[in-house]
């Protein structure tokens, strides 16, 4: 049963997916319910501790804002999903506490519900929240950030990856992204961290990557993509490949620092292609996952990369089978899929202050 925790005034019995355009003054006072969902399994069970502190923290911080405060943490992922979607106080958004996995859990929650995503970044990785600025592991200023984008109705839209299973429409597989899809040696660098006995999240993932680099398989794919050439115009191309390497990226990081895609920008409507275009010799691997920390290894002539909007990936007739995908930390599925930007699918909550910066940065890149 999901806890809820009020202040002295009520939540509101109707209101809108989004914001309403009123004073923030006005909404406070009208009330608002968000749910909130940790991973009580996290860092070896203080994951639960930390969830409650962020719940105390919004208690303590918005007594006076009439916010009801709704625990929707299950017994598993799939249960606290089951729990946000059949809520049954309406949400007027959704915190999630934890690392890329519990982003995972709130991208394809708030999207789907149409509501506004806060993250308190504190688990092993932390990829998606490092790719965009967010802070780690500081629980207070997460959630003082949060407090501040809720009173003062802050979002900024975000892309998400969308990933279908297409030979059934979307039956087998249908979910969104926020992070990076590994189609290959990546999801098994993230298999094999998921059940390393390793302490820390990225030396998991670095011990992983040295032991699945130094022996590189080439996997067999058949792709066909839609991209953006120079001028706008949509650029189709399909090939069969044999590579270690395949992952479609919205944001910069996986493995708890490898900055994959260090050119992707979560606003700009694209996704990043990024394949390895032969099978590196296992020094040459190495040398790679030591520039990819840094963001160097694009320039590689070993690295295919292309701005997309759309991708279907098969296997193809050579190389070796393909792993199990992954997105966000999270099992995916096996091929063929097909994923989609999903432009502004996400309304991401910022204070006032990041949203300006954001717009400021973007108003450059443009100019």
């Known amino acids: 049963m999901a806890h809820v925790y009020k202040t002295t005034q009520p939540h509101r019995t109707t209101q809108p997916h989004a914001f309403a355009q009123t004073d923030a003054r006005h909404l406070t006072q009208e009330g608002m319910t968000v749910g ?3 991973n009580p399994a996290a860092n ?32 598993s992922a799939e249960d606290s999903l089951h729990r946000v979607r059949t809520s049954a106080l309406k949400l007027d958004a959704l915190v999630v506490v934890g690392g890329d996995g519990m982003v995972s859990l709130g991208a394809n929650a708030a999207a789907e519900l149409d509501i506004p995503l806060g993250i308190v ?10 790719g965009i600025g967010l802070p780690i592991n500081r629980i207070k200023t997460s959630v003082n950030a949060i407090i501040a984008a809720l009173t003062t109705r802050t979002v900024v839209p975000i892309d998400l990856g969308h990933v279908v299973s297409p030979e059934d429409g979307g ?10 899809l590994s189609c290959g ?5 993230n298999q094999d961290a998921n059940v390393s006995h390793l302490p820390v999240g990225p030396i998991r993932y670095m011990a992983a990557a040295i032991k699945e680099i130094s022996h590189l398989k080439a996997y ?6 839609v991209g953006k050439s120079k001028s706008g115009d949509d650029e189709r191309d399909s090939f069969d490949f044999d590579s270690p390497l395949l992952s ?10 490898i900055e994959l895609s260090p050119k992707s920008d979560v606003r700009d409507g694209l996704l990043d292609l990024i394949w390895a275009r032969w099978k590196p010799t296992g020094s040459q691997g190495l ?14 002539p070993v690295i295919g990369n292309e701005l997309v909007t759309s991708v279907l990936i098969e296997r193809s007739e050579t190389g070796d089978a393909a792993p199990i995908a992954m997105a966000d930390g999270e099992v995916v599925g096996t091929l063929p899929l097909k994923v989609n930007v999903a432009h502004a699918a996400l309304k991401l909550l910022v204070p006032p202050s990041v949203a300006s910066a954001w717009e400021e940065w973007k108003d450059h890149e443009t100019n």
């Not at 970044?121 to 490092?130: E, V």
């Not at 067999?220 to 993509?225: D, H, L, P």
């Not at 040398?287 to 590689?300: E, F, I, P, V």
């Open 36 to 38: 909130v969902v940790t």
């Open 220 to 225: 067999g794919y058949s792709m066909s993509y």
């Open 121 to 130: 970044a504190c688990g092993s990785g932390n990829d998606f929240a490092r």
């Open 287 to 300: 040398n790679l996952l030591k520039r990819a920390y840094q963001g160097d290894h694009l320039s590689s």
């Open 44 to 75: 070896r069970g203080h994951g639960r501790k930390v969830g409650l502190t962020v719940i105390e923290n919004l208690l303590g911080l918005e007594a006076s804002h009439g916010i009801a405060i709704q625990d929707l943490t299950g017994t």
């Open 248 to 257: 479609i990226a919205n944001s910069r990081f996986i493995g708890g620092g």
């Open 185 to 189: 040696v990546d999801a098994q660098i």
């Open 171 to 180: 039956n087998r597989i249908d979910k969104y992204y926020a992070g990076q």
